[in-house]
C-alpha cells in the first residue's frame, strides 16, 4: 500500500487481501464505518478491550455501537478473534444480520461471559460449513459449543483446541459431535464417560491428538486408523486401558507420553514409530526402571525407524545403555535429567567415537556398551537437559568430557555433530558444547564464549544473549571468555549469589536487581583471555567492591585482555602474552 497510490487503490479494491480491523477502548463508531467503506478486502476482526494504559474508560454503548458497525460487513469477515472481553454491559441486543459465510476461524480468550453466550447466538444462526478452526479458552464457550443451537458448528470443525487455566467442574458431552475433526487439542477439559459401544465419527478422520489433563477413557478399545501424532500430558482414567480394551494406532508415527506410569503404552497397538518423547515422575532408580523397562519393545519394535527420541525417566545407566543400543538408527537424543550425578562420567563415554582399526572396525569406549562400536553410532544431536546444574569439582571434567565426545564424532566419516546442555535452575539458557579447537580466534562466532583449556586445545561452551534478562554460567572456572555485546540500549553485568554466577542484561533505564550483589571476582580467578566487543565504556573497570578490593586485578594471571568497540572495529587495548 505504500509503494504508490495506485497500488494503494488496488489493495484496497481486492477482495481476496486481508485487513485487520482492531476494536479497542478508544476505538470510535465512526473509525470502523470509515474502515469498511474504504476496503472491499476480507477483514481479521479483533476485539481487545485489555488497554487501560491509553487512559480510555470502558463504556459500553460505544462498544456495542462500533462492534455492530463492523458487523455490517459481517459478510466479509475471515476470522474473529476475541483477545480479550468487554470488562461489563448487557448485549442483549447485539445481532450479526449478514451471513458469515466466509469466516473460518474464531478464538476465544477467558472472561468472555454473557458477551460470548450472545455472540454464539448470532454466528450459530447464519454461519456456514467454512467455519472450520475454533480455539476457546472460556469453559463458558466450551459449554455454549454443545447448545443444541451451536452442535451444527461442530459437525463442519476440522480443527479445535480447548485450552483451559483450570479443571472444568462438571463434564461436557462434546466428542459424538465432531464429524471432520482432524485436529484435536484439550487441557483441562472434563469429558463425559463413554460406552466402548458410543458412536465417535471423528475418529476416522482424527491425525493429530494433543490432550492434558484430559481423560483418555473414551479411547479405550478405540482404532485410530490415520492419527499420525499423538500426545498423552498426565492423563485421567488410564487406568481403564487395559489389555481386554488396548488402543490401536496403525499409523502413528508420533508419540509423546507423559504420566508417572509408563507401563499403560504396553497396551498401545502402535507401529514402528519415528519420534518418541516420554517422560515419568518416579523420583528414584528402583521406580524408574520399570517404567523404562516397559519402553524397551517399542524401541526394540522401531530398531529401523526411530530416529528421534526423548527420555526424562529415572533410571540406571545399564537400562538405559541396553535401551540405547536397540535403536542403532537414532539420530537426535534428549535425555532429561533431574540432577548433575544422574549420569557419570562412564556413561559418556559409550559415545566415543575411535578410530577404525586394521580391519576396518571402529572400537567402543567404556565399559557399559556391549557391542563392538559406541551406543548410537547414527546419532547427529545430543540434548543434556539438567533441571538443576550444581555440580562440585567435576564441573570441569563434564565440559571436558562432553568436548571429547564432539571430537570424536566430529569426524568426516561421521558429519556435524551438535551437543547442547541447558538447565531449569537460574535461568541458564542453552548452551553449545564445541570439539576442542586449536585457536581462540575459532571461537569467535556466539554472543558469549566460555571454554577450557585441554593439552590439545580449547573446549568453548557457547549460547546467546537476551534482550533483557538473566543468563546462568555453567562453569566459574573458565579460563576463556568473549563476550560480544550487541544491543547497544542495555548494558551488562555480572552478578554472583549462592555461588552461582550470572550475567544480566538490563537497559539503562533500569538499576540492577536490588538482591543481588556484586561479583566479587571470583568467576576470573582462572581466567587467562579475555575479548570482549563492547560499545561502551568497558563495565568491569569499576571499583572492585570491598570483599574483593584487597585482591585487584594484578593478581590474577590474565595473558591477553582484547577491547573492541563496534563503531570503531579495532584493537583498544591489548596486553603481551
Known amino acids: 500500500m505504500l509503494v504508490c497510490r495506485r497500488w494503494h487503490a488496488i489493495i484496497l479494491s481486492t477482495p481476496g487481501i486481508h485487513s485487520q480491523l482492531t476494536i479497542r477502548r478508544a476505538t470510535q463508531k465512526e473509525v470502523i464505518q470509515a474502515f469498511i467503506q474504504g476496503r472491499k478486502s476480507r477483514l481479521d476482526v479483533i476485539v481487545d478491550m485489555n488497554d487501560e494504559k491509553d487512559g480510555s474508560d470502558f463504556i459500553a454503548e460505544d462498544f456495542l455501537a462500533c462492534f455492530m458497525a463492523a458487523a455490517q460487513a459481517a459478510a466479509r469477515w475471515s476470522s474473529l478473534n476475541l483477545i480479550s472481553p468487554p470488562p461489563h454491559g448487557e448485549y442483549h441486543s447485539l445481532q450479526i444480520l449478514q451471513p458469515l459465510g466466509r469466516l473460518k476461524t474464531v478464538k476465544v480468550a477467558c472472561g468472555l461471559g454473557g458477551f460470548f453466550e450472545q455472540l454464539m447466538t448470532a454466528i450459530s444462526r447464519s454461519v456456514s460449513p467454512n467455519l472450520t478452526t475454533m480455539i476457546l479458552a ?44 482432524e485436529v484435536f487439542e484439550a487441557r483441562n477439559l472434563c469429558l463425559s464417560f463413554y460406552p466402548p459401544d458410543a458412536s465417535l465419527p471423528f475418529l476416522h478422520t482424527l491425525q493429530s491428538l494433543n490432550l492434558q489433563s484430559v481423560s483418555v477413557q473414551w479411547m479405550a478399545g478405540r482404532v485410530f486408523p490415520v492419527l499420525k501424532s499423538c500426545y498423552v500430558i498426565f492423563p485421567h482414567h488410564i487406568n481403564i486401558i487395559q489389555a481386554p480394551q488396548p488402543v490401536s494406532m496403525p499409523n502413528c508415527v508420533h508419540l509423546l507420553y507423559h504420566f508417572n506410569d509408563l507401563r499403560a503404552l504396553l497396551h498401545f497397538h502402535l507401529p514402528p514409530l519415528k519420534s518418541l518423547d516420554v517422560k515419568s515422575g518416579q523420583w528414584n532408580v528402583w521406580r524408574g526402571n520399570p517404567q523404562l523397562a516397559a519402553l524397551c519393545p517399542m524401541a526394540a519394535a522401531g530398531v529401523r525407524s526411530l530416529t528421534h ?62 557391542s563392538n562400536g559406541p551406543i548410537c553410532p547414527s546419532l547427529f544431536s545430543l540434548y543434556l537437559h539438567y533441571r538443576r546444574w550444581l555440580r562440585g569439582p567435576d564441573k570441569k571434567a563434564f565440559i571436558v568430557a562432553f568436548g571429547t ?139 572492585p567492591s570491598t570483599s574483593s578490593r584487597d585482591a585487584g586485578w594484578r593478581n590474577y594471571p590474565i595473558l591477553l585482555v582484547t577491547l573492541q568497540a563496534r563503531s570503531q572495529r579495532r584493537r583498544c587495548l591489548s596486553a603481551p602474552e
Open 309 to 370: 527420541l526423548t527420555v526424562d525417566v529415572e533410571c540406571s545407566e545399564q537400562l538405559l545403555v541396553y535401551m540405547l543400543n536397540l535403536v542403532p538408527a537414532l539420530k537426535v537424543l534428549q535425555l532429561g535429567l533431574a540432577r548433575p550425578n544422574a549420569l557419570s562420567m562412564t556413561f559418556f563415554q559409550a559415545f566415543l567415537v575411535r578410530e577404525p582399526t586394521a580391519d576396518g572396525a571402529s572400537d567402543k569406549v567404556g565399559p557399559l556398551s556391549q
Open 138 to 181: 472460556d469453559p463458558v464457550a466450551v459449554r455454549n459449543l454443545v447448545q443444541p443451537a451451536g452442535l451444527h458448528i461442530t459437525h463442519s470443525l476440522t480443527t479445535l483446541k480447548i485450552q483451559l487455566s483450570k479443571r472444568m467442574s462438571s463434564p461436557v458431552d462434546i466428542l459424538p459431535h465432531f464429524q471432520r475433526l
Open 405 to 543: 565426545i564432539m571430537e570424536s564424532r566430529n569426524s568426516k566419516e561421521n558429519g556435524s555433530f551438535n551437543l547442547t546442555l541447558s538447565v531449569d535452575e537460574a535461568n541458564m539458557s542453552s548452551w553449545s558444547i564445541d570439539k576442542p579447537l586449536r585457536k581462540s580466534q575459532d571461537l569467535e562466532r556466539a554472543d558469549l564464549t566460555l571454554g577450557v583449556s585441554v593439552p590439545h586445545g580449547i573446549i568453548s561452551i557457547s549460547t546467546a544473549l537476551p534482550r533483557n534478562g538473566v543468563v546462568g554460567l555453567p562453569l566459574k572456572e573458565a579460563e576463556y571468555l568473549r563476550l560480544r555485546h550487541i544491543y547497544p540500549a542495555s548494558s551488562l553485568e555480572f552478578i554472583f549469589t549462592h555461588d552461582h554466577m550470572e550475567l544480566m542484561v538490563y537497559d539503562y533505564d533500569r538499576p540492577p536487581l536490588s538482591t543481588s550483589s556484586p561479583c566479587a571476582l571470583t568467576f576470573f580467578s582462572a581466567l587467562r583471555v579475555l575479548v570482549v566487543v563492547y560499545a561502551n565504556p568497558p563495565f568491569w573497570l569499576v571499583t
